[in-house]
């Protein structure tokens, strides 16, 4: 049930979520902590070449609000984040 008398339900006058919020603290799911493996970690010149490459990722991608915007505006499509949110958080 999606109704809650005190604030007026959690669904929009749509009849659509008004928010959703998801925590993903797998550590494994974390790029930069690939630095951190000990193969990466005990070589320094390697761990300072993964780090530099993290970082250029996260500037190139992650922190490039246009280059976001337009592949979620025009790559992702409810099917592709639906099937890739089921099976990234699977319901037994």
Do not use: W
């Amino acid at each position: 049930d999606f109704t809650n008398e005190d604030d007026g339900g959690y669904l929009s006058r749509e009849n659509r979520v008004k928010g959703l919020l998801m925590f993903n603290c797998g550590v494994g799911l974390n790029s930069r902590n690939v630095a951190e493996e000990p193969m990466i970690k005990d070589v320094p010149l390697k761990r300072f070449f993964v780090s530099e490459f993290l970082n250029l990722l996260d500037i190139l991608i992650f922190k490039n609000y246009g280059l976001l915007k337009y592949i979620l505006t025009n790559v992702v499509t409810q099917k592709l984040l639906g099937n890739v949110l089921k099976n990234l958080y699977r319901v037994h």
